[in-house]
T-cell receptor, first 118, second 114 residues
Framework: GAVVSQHPSRVICKSGTSVKIECRSL??????MFWYRQFPKKSLMLMAT?????????EQGVEKDKFLINHASLTLSTLTVTSAHPEDSSFYIC??????????????FGQGTRLTVV | KQEVTQIPAALSVPEGENLVLNCSFT??????LQWFRQDPGKGLTSLLL?????REQTSGRLNASLDKSSGRSTLYIAASQPGDSATYLC?????????????FGKGTKLTVNP
């Protein structure tokens, strides 16, 4: 299957600092990538859709100025958590979908990033 | 709004048993349905993808079925092994808010006891 690589897998940062998470599609080009946040015992929550060469689309309730997304190439999207607070501590996962024709088909996920803000 | 429900939330079985995980969704207008496995602290691994026009997919000891009209899918695991212990997530690809999205259930946590 296709490979999506996410880095780092774990990060601890101090309150008020910023953290960048990278998501790479290793063997296919992804015009669209997705960023999710996972809370314990809850469904994955879609935060935003990252579009190559254009602005990301954020879900309702997600602060675009806090969660900065950049999709500068067809294989790389980054999520920057700015001015991190302890409540931002969570598990963040990225995904890329490999297209078949004009329809996005199978979704592949990164390994996830455990962010702890102290 | 599409909602995905997985039952049961947790399941514990002895090794060797066959088992079924259930997934239901409220809106039958889906592009496809995907089953994932997630180990603790890890990302999601795609297990099976069923397109909306398909009825089932098989991979090794796994078989997934899809009944789009009734909004149901099942994941059948044959001859379960302790290594199958993980959380299994079901997700449907659908259009929401004008764009394609994956909508996830909360998962079923499976424990296979040796």
């Amino acid at each position: 299957g296709a490979v999506v690589s996410q880095h780092p897998s774990r990060v601890i940062c101090k309150s008020g600092t910023s953290v960048k998470i990278e998501c790479r599609s290793l063997d296919f080009q992804a015009t669209t990538m997705f960023w999710y946040r996972q809370f314990p015992k809850k469904s994955l929550m879609l935060m935003a859709t990252s579009n190559e060469g254009s602005k990301a689309t954020y879900e309702q309730g997600v602060e675009k100025d806090k969660f900065l997304i950049n999709h500068a190439s067809l294989t790389l999207s980054t999520l920057t958590v700015t001015s991190a607070h302890p409540e931002d501590s969570s598990f963040y996962i990225c995904s890329a979908s490999r297209k078949h024709g004009t329809v996005n088909t199978e979704a592949f996920f990164g390994q996830g990033t455990r962010l702890t803000v102290v | 709004k599409q909602e995905v429900t997985q039952i049961p939330a947790a399941l514990s079985v002895p090794e060797g048993e066959n088992l079924v995980l259930n997934c239901s969704f409220t809106d039958s207008a889906i592009y496809n349905l995907q089953w994932f496995r997630q180990d603790p602290g890890k990302g999601l691994t795609s297990l099976l993808l069923i397109q909306s026009s398909q009825r089932e997919q098989t991979s090794g000891r796994l078989n997934a079925s899809l009944d789009k009209s009734s909004g149901r899918s099942t994941l059948y695991i044959a001859a379960s092994q302790p290594g199958d212990s993980a959380t299994y997530l079901c997700a449907v690809r659908t259009t929401q808010g004008g764009s394609e999205k994956l909508v996830f259930g909360k998962g079923t946590k499976l424990t296979v006891n040796p």
